[in-house]
């Protein structure tokens, strides 16, 4: 976990989203991205109930990259830094691809019918974490609580498509997958019918 401080520098020379306004009015009502390069600095480190240590960050300096060029130089670096943190080739905010994705070398192929299956890993208390197995269309289908967090490495929460995870995690993941397909999900996911009581009890009749 990182926090963010809510303020950024008050000098509005330093500032470059305050005075790059303008752009910003642009886009909002196509809701296009704007690439910016930004510092940050650690601000100061707490630790949680978890004796996690969290650092708290600011940003310093921002700037809007509203040249063509270099909006494309600075949206092929977030692609390069995201695909090599990450492992994958999803790009991050949907940012449309500057060039042909990277093959990956042993892609797996766990899929539904219509799409790719991702999990979502969400952080409990007492060094637990939950998994939550959805389908392309979000619809949640599997989930597993309560697991001790040590036994599964560094673990992040947020969603990650099956396909592309590894480790103990990646196992885990694989076995949901594989027992949602084969049916053995009714303590997890239920079809169900409404049903009018009145008419149910007068067709019993």
């Not at 300096?61 to 090599?84: G, K, N």
């Amino acid at each position: 976990m990182v926090k963010l401080a809510p303020a950024l520098p008050k000098e509005y020379d330093d500032n470059g989203l305050e005075s790059n306004t303008r752009h910003l009015l642009e886009v909002y009502t196509s809701q296009k991205y704007i690439p910016i390069v930004a510092l940050v600095r650690t601000k100061e480190i707490t630790q949680n109930e978890h004796f996690e240590r969290v650092p708290k960050i600011e940003l310093v300096h921002v700037e809007i990259a509203t040249d063509s060029d270099d909006a494309d130089a600075v949206r092929e670096i977030i692609r390069q830094l995201h695909d090599a943190r990450v492992q994958h080739i999803k790009q991050p905010l949907d940012l449309p691809d500057t060039e042909e994705p990277p093959v990956l070398a042993q892609p797996l192929e766990l899929t539904s019918g219509g799409g790719e299956y991702y999990v979502r890993l969400i952080d409990q208390d007492g060094s637990k974490f939950s998994i939550e197995l959805h389908a392309a269309s979000g619809a949640l289908v599997l989930t597993r609580s309560a697991l001790p967090r040590e036994d599964y490495g560094e673990l992040v929460p947020g969603d990650y498509p099956v396909a592309q995870l590894g480790g103990e995690i990646g196992e885990l993941a694989t076995l949901l997958v594989q027992e949602f397909e084969q049916g053995f999900t009714s303590d997890d996911v239920v079809d169900a019918e409404v049903v009018d009581e009145a008419t149910a009890e007068d067709q019993d009749d």
